[in-house]
């Protein structure tokens, strides 16, 4: 006979949050469920799932209790009446948040003596448990393999460190980059939009641009990371000269130049702080000033 799989808590069943309840379910875990509006629990009660009236009889159900919320500060209103119930649960926070809000998140649980391992979900609700689905986890390191196998059910696991703000920093800063191509899209779409050119048409030049230019990201990487940012290929200096024909560019045609100012205004300090030689890769160094 197989062993039975450790039961799982789902607190939170908004969209994220009943995606990962079914696939604890579809994974042969018994999952008890717990969502602040009741009626979310029907349908996955409906795939096995055991509805809890209230959050303590959830956090009671099971070892691990994996908590999807809005935010964390829902997180931790949710969590500041059950001070006396969490001492030897393991919480896995997948809100998202801040490192520092996982960092007080894991401190209250230590005191109330629980474990703490905080998420960071990269994926959509649809893509969970499948293939491109990934977790990342930070905390206690012996908490994580603990649970490691349980977590599986939800895709990918990436564990990035003890320190419990780590899986909030990696998932900010994936989304980070994402974020900064979504509205560099956006600003190219409203642009070619001004005149007859169709976003549709003008995607199929895009796309291939943009990959081409992310290939160019490993070697900033190599830059900063060794501080030498010295360039042949496309000086601050030559982005600084093309700079102004955008934002014309962009009023001229009727485009708002909110987004790219502070492209300009970071440009304009590189050089007056003498960065003009050096590759975009300086420019991380002066978001950090
Ligand atoms: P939803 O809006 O679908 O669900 C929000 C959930 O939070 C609901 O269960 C809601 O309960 C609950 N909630 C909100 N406020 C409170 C509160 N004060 N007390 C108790 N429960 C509360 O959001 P998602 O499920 O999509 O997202 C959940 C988390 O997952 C978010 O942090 C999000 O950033 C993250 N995430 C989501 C992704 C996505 O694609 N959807 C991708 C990656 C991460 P109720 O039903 O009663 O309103």
């Known amino acids: 006979m197989a062993t039975p799989k450790p039961a799982v808590s789902v607190l939170g069943l908004g969209m994220m949050g009943s995606a990962l309840a079914a696939a604890f379910l579809k994974a042969g875990h018994p999952v008890t469920v717990w969502n602040r509006s009741a009626a979310r629990t029907g349908p996955l009660a409906a795939q096995g799932a055991l509805p809890a009236d209230t959050p303590a009889a959830a956090v009671a159900a099971s070892p691990l209790v994996v908590i999807c919320l809005l935010t964390n500060d829902n997180v931790q209103e949710l969590l500041a009446p059950l001070?006396?119930?969490?001492?030897?649960r393991?919480?896995?926070?997948?809100?998202?948040?801040?490192?520092?809000?996982?960092?007080?998140?894991?401190?209250?649980?230590?005191?109330?003596?629980a474990e703490y391992l905080d998420g960071g979900i990269m994926a959509v609700p649809r893509m969970i448990a499948g293939p491109q689905a990934y977790v990342f986890y930070s905390g206690s390191r012996q908490t994580f393999d603990a649970h490691r196998e349980t977590l599986t059910a939800l895709g990918g696991t990436k564990y990035v460190g003890t320190d419990p703000g780590f899986a909030a920093l990696y998932d900010l800063a994936l989304l980070t980059g994402m974020y900064g191509m979504v509205l560099g899209v956006m600003q190219a779409y409203a642009l070619v939009g001004t005149e007859?050119?169709?976003?549709?048409?003008?995607?199929?030049?895009?796309?291939?641009?943009?990959?081409?230019?992310?290939?160019?990201?490993?070697?900033?990487?190599?830059?900063?990371?060794?501080?030498?940012?010295?360039?042949?290929?496309?000086?601050?200096?030559?982005?600084?000269?093309?700079?102004?024909?955008?934002?014309t560019a962009f009023r001229d045609q009727g485009v708002r130049t909110d987004l790219f100012e502070p492209f300009q205004a970071i440009l304009d300090r590189a050089m007056a702080e003498g960065y003009a030689a050096d590759g975009l890769s300086r420019i991380a160094d002066l978001l950090r000033k």
């Open 90 to 113: 393991t919480l896995a926070n997948v809100t998202n948040g801040t490192p520092g809000q996982a960092r007080e998140l894991a401190a209250w649980a230590a005191k109330h003596g």
């Open 196 to 247: 007859d050119v169709s976003a549709t048409e003008f995607s199929e030049l895009l796309v291939p641009w943009i990959g081409a230019m992310l290939g160019g990201a490993p070697e900033w990487a190599k830059a900063i990371d060794s501080g030498q940012h010295l360039t042949d290929v496309s000086s601050l200096a030559v982005n600084h000269a093309a700079i102004p024909n955008f934002l």
């Open 83 to 88: 001070a006396d119930d969490v001492a030897g």
